[in-house]
């Protein structure tokens, strides 16, 4: 079993909707969540970061944590099609170290 | 803002060759990373620096070597080319442990 997974997708949406993103991890000892967008030939950029269990709303970014479940969701609301990327989740224990999601494309289609 | 400078961007390697692969920060940070990405396989780990002087492994480290001489630079060796080591190549640095990480461009290698 990985220790993080994510559904790789694509996830293709029209533009203005909703896009839920799923994470699950195994580690109990991940203690930070971070959400990283990848466009298609560059490296990956932070998009946001959460600690414990709750919701943290950026703009029209919202991250959740479940650690009880250890489920991670990233929703954007009001989608555009710059949007358009993979997104990793990477759940981070407490020395720092971070373990990657396999990532999911995302497609948003004007 | 220059930021991770990764070079070169693209080669290919014939199985048995050695390159290295360089990358460069201007932002002063104490840690830096060398991952690897494979298609529907995330990052992967394949070594890191805490400081000048001082690596550790990752993850995926056989076949890699590493050497941190100054803060800025952290240079990844691949000493035997083999075609399980074509994969995209992220360095990346961070200014400590929890700390944003910060990713370079990436290096596109082919081993054939």
């Known amino acids: 079993q990985k220790e993080v997974e994510q559904d790789p997708g694509p996830l293709s949406v029209p533009e203005g909707a909703i896009v839920s993103l799923n994470c699950t991890y195994s580690?109990?000892?991940?203690?930070?969540f971070m959400w990283y967008r990848q466009y298609s030939r560059k490296g990956p950029e932070l998009l946001m970061y959460t600690y414990s269990s709750g919701n943290k709303e950026d703009g029209r970014f919202t991250a959740q944590v479940d650690k009880s479940s250890k489920y991670i969701s990233l929703f954007i609301r009001d989608s555009q099609p710059s949007d358009s990327a993979t997104y990793l989740c990477a759940p981070t224990d407490s020395w720092g170290k971070l373990q990657f999601g396999a990532g999911t494309q995302v497609v948003v289609t004007p | 803002n220059a930021g991770v400078t990764q070079t070169p961007k693209f080669r290919i390697l014939k199985i048995g060759q050695s390159m290295t692969l360089q990358c460069t920060q201007d932002?002063?940070?104490?840690?830096m990373y060398w991952y690897r990405q494979d298609p529907g396989m995330g990052l992967k780990l394949i070594y890191y620096s805490v400081g000048a002087g001082i690596t550790d492994k990752g993850e995926v480290p056989n076949g890699y070597n590493v050497s941190r001489s100054t803060t800025e630079d952290f240079p990844l060796r691949l000493e035997l080319a083999a075609p399980s080591q074509t994969s995209v190549y992220f360095c990346a640095s961070s200014p400590g442990q929890g700390n944003t990480i910060y990713f370079g461009e990436g290096s596109w290698l082919t081993v054939v």
């Open positions: 580690n109990s000892a991940f203690q930070y």
């Open positions: 932002m002063n940070h104490n840690y």
